[in-house]
């Protein structure tokens, strides 16, 4: 189940009609799992002031990972748009390697 809602990466994306859903909670859930995989961790970091959601940091690097595969044409687009989030992941990072 993931934690960050459907209706607050369409809110971040500026999308308003229903017509994307499935595609954009795939996208979603890709998301997640790249940036699980980037932390080498099996859960978002929490906020410890709510403990039932991730940090700001880790909603920014998601809503960028789901832009790069819903919005961005430009390899380059998708590329700056991934270094982002993986900036925004950096200091979550669990272990360094692959």
């Not at 994306?13 to 017509?19: G, K, P």
């Not at 940091?57 to 989030?85: H, N, Q, W």
């Amino acid at each position: 189940m993931s934690l960050i809602t459907l209706a607050q990466v369409k809110a971040d994306l500026r999308v308003t009609h229903d017509e994307d859903d499935t595609l954009l909670q795939v996208l979603l859930d890709a998301s997640e799992d790249e940036a699980l995989q980037f932390l080498n961790a099996s859960e978002l970091p929490l906020n410890p002031d709510t403990t039932d959601a991730p940090m700001p940091s880790i909603y920014a690097a998601v809503f960028l990972l789901v832009r790069a595969k819903y919005e961005a044409a430009e390899p380059s687009t998708i590329e700056g748009l991934r270094k982002c989030a993986e900036t925004l992941l950096m200091p979550y990072r669990e272990q360094m390697g692959p």
